[in-house]
């Protein structure tokens, strides 16, 4: 069962690919960047998520 921190950083990677390809598309390379920002981040986060569900397994 996903923890709130896995969810939390799945939402945000979506959030930041869907950023990505809109800054991609109109070429505003800030948007871009924020984007792939925005995805490191929702990694980091979920993986923080899988490190406490295993833990708590």
Known sequence: MA???QAKGKAKDI???IKEEVGDVTGND???R???TDQAEGKLQKGVGD???KLSD
């Open 15 to 17: 959030g930041g690919k």
């Open 3 to 5: 923890n709130d921190d």
């Open 34 to 36: 924020d984007g792939q």
């Open 30 to 32: 800030e948007l871009k």
């Open 51 to 53: 490190v406490k569900d």
